[in-house]
């Protein structure tokens, strides 16, 4: 990952994942302890049964996480994944909308929540984590020294 440059908002540093824009993932907002993602399907995205793949679904839930559990700390840390529990409910097809909040936080560690739901407001999968805060990459990060 690219490391955020000093004096430039972490709050763009979503928009410089690579695999965030291999995805084709969206913030839609990531403020006070939530965050909502979009993403749009695609072909490639998919699974054999023709919906959006478990492992993009996964990724939508952990980044949605992530993301609001940042913002609680105002974009002052980064938050890496400790645990992820999930459930996948229905296939997801159509855009799908991640949606995250913080349910208790320290200095060091938050738990969070998010669903999946699909364009008709079907639940597609919700998860539970836990994620440890640890300081923004600095300009001499190497790839693969932070997520």
């Known amino acids: ?34 965050a909502r993602l979009v993403l749009q399907e695609r072909p490639e995205l998919g699974n054999v049964i023709g919906a959006v793949h478990g492992g993009v679904v996964l990724t939508l839930l952990d980044v949605a996480m992530a993301s609001a559990a940042v913002s ?18 229905e296939p997801g097809r159509g855009p799908l909308t991640a949606d995250g909040e913080v349910l208790d936080h320290d200095e060091q560690l938050a738990l969070c929540r998010a669903t999946v739901t699909d364009a008709h407001g079907r639940l597609v999968a919700r998860g539970l984590g836990s994620f440890r805060y640890l300081p923004l990459p600095s300009q001499n990060t190497t790839p693969g020294d932070a997520r």
Do not use: I
Not at 4 to 33: H, I, K, T, W, Y
Not at 72 to 89: P, Y
């Open 72 to 89: 609680q700390r105002d974009f002052t840390h980064t938050a890496v994944t400790l645990n992820l529990d999930t459930s996948f409910l």
């Open 1 to 34: 990952m690219k490391a955020v440059a000093p004096g430039s908002d972490p709050r763009n540093v979503f928009a410089s994942v690579p695999f965030m824009r291999l995805l084709g993932m969206q913030r839609a907002f990531s403020e006070g302890g939530r």
